[in-house]
Nanobody, 120 residues
Framework: QVHLVESGGGSVQPGGSLRLSCVASGDTHNAKCFGWFREREGIARVSNQGYPVYAESVKGRFTASQDSAKNTAYLEMNSLKPEDSGMYYC???????????????????WGQGTQVTVSS
């Protein structure tokens, strides 16, 4: 079982930035691909070999990465908009990332979420 803990959420003004972190513990060999979701909407995913994929709504503004040595995934969010607000969840799956749309059903382990609020 993989245990995921997100951090880094908060309140920020439009145009601001936040960096979310997701630390994996437990059976970390089962965390080969990390996904980021806003509520149940797939935002980004990244494998332990890189190759990030993004939803159209965040392309060019968000950057997903993974540090395998630290068992940690990151989501760098820049140029934030009010519509980016929501609960952000980190998820992991034991095998490589699934090609195609970022789907919640592809991931087996989930964190508790961290709230992001973008408002003036």
């Amino acid at each position: 079982q993989v245990h995921l803990v997100e951090s880094g959420g908060g309140s920020v003004q439009p145009g601001g930035s936040l960096r979310l972190s997701c630390v994996a513990s437990g059976d970390t060999h089962n965390a080969k691909c990390f996904g980021w979701f806003r509520e149940r909407e797939g935002i980004a995913r990244v494998s332990n070999q890189g190759y990030p994929v993004y939803a159209e709504s965040v392309k060019g503004r968000f950057t997903a990465s993974q540090d395998s040595a630290k068992n940690t995934a990151y989501l760098e969010m820049n140029s934030l908009k009010p519509e980016d607000s929501g609960m952000y969840y980190c998820a992991a799956r034991p095998y490589g990332c699934v090609i195609g749309k970022i789907r919640a059903s592809d991931f087996s382990s989930w964190g508790q979420g961290t709230q992001v609020t973008v408002s003036s």
